[in-house]
């Protein structure tokens, strides 16, 4: 069954480095999304992506953050310089249909992000 | 404004006793999909169900089923003889026709199944 892959797994990073996380989205699939969950918290939306470009994204989605998709199968999100308070689990995901035909998001595992 | 609400944080039953897992939501669009989640121990999300605003038919799947209800706006999930392996969080979500296709997420059920 395909799935959404990220990596790594977990990351612990030293506050103000930069950090980027991975994932592999569903092959056919066409948009793409991170979110994020602070410990013990809800799910977040940080952003969308779609045709190459910022589709919509979340007041949490500040200038520290910047998504791409490189190379056509990897999509990234780079933190530039990250605070304590980006430590959270953070969780791709892609979906094959937009509105009105919208799908269900197929979620990752997600990367644990450990800021000290 | 919570778009999502899971008033119940934390339920806790014996294994093999049904359970009810409430969602209220909120929206002003006629078009809408709402959906569920399961995050077990793990950290994965799982999906579980769509529901879109024009259907209310409720839906059983095996031990789950999903009561949709638009006059109340709520659409309930409810686990029958639940097992040690229903042990999860359980969140609801709601994706808006105006606002494309971000997700909102509820805060999230923790149901324990105690064997």
């Known amino acids: 069954e395909p799935e959404v892959t990220q990596t790594p797994s977990h990351q612990v990073t030293q506050m103000g480095q930069e950090v980027i996380l991975r994932c592999v989205p569903i092959?056919?699939?066409?948009?793409f999304y991170w979110y994020r969950q602070i410990l013990g918290q809800k799910v977040e939306f940080l952003v969308s992506?779609?045709?190459?470009?910022?589709?919509?994204k979340s007041e949490i989605f500040d200038d520290q953050f910047s998504v791409e998709r490189p190379d056509g199968s990897n999509f990234t999100l780079k933190i530039r310089s990250t605070k304590l308070e980006d430590s959270a689990m953070y969780f791709c995901?892609?979906?094959?249909?937009?509105?009105?035909?919208?799908?269900?998001?197929?979620f990752g595992e997600g990367s644990r992000l450990t800021v000290l | 404004a919570q778009k999502v609400t899971q008033a119940q944080t934390e339920i806790s039953v014996v294994e093999k006793e049904d359970v009810t897992l409430d969602c209220v939501y909120e929206?002003?669009?006629?078009?809408?999909?709402l959906f569920w989640y399961k995050q077990p121990p793990s950290g994965e999300l799982v999906f579980l169900i769509r529901?879109?605003?024009?259907?209310?038919q409720n839906e059983i799947s095996g031990r789950y089923s999903w009561n949709f209800q638009k006059s109340t706006s709520s659409f309930n999930f409810t686990i029958t003889a639940s097992q040690v392996v229903d042990s999860a969080v359980y969140f609801c979500?709601?994706?808006?026709?105006?606002?494309?296709?971000?997700?909102?997420f509820g805060t999230g059920t923790s149901l324990t199944v105690i064997p």
């Open positions: 929206t002003r669009d006629t078009t809408y999909y």
């Open positions: 992506f779609y045709n190459n470009e910022i589709s919509e």
């Open positions: 092959s056919n699939h066409l948009y």
């Open positions: 529901r879109n605003s024009f259907d209310e």
């Open positions: 995901a892609s979906q094959l249909g937009r509105y009105p035909n919208t799908g269900e998001l197929f």
């Open positions: 979500a709601l994706s808006e026709s105006h606002t494309g296709n971000q997700f909102y």
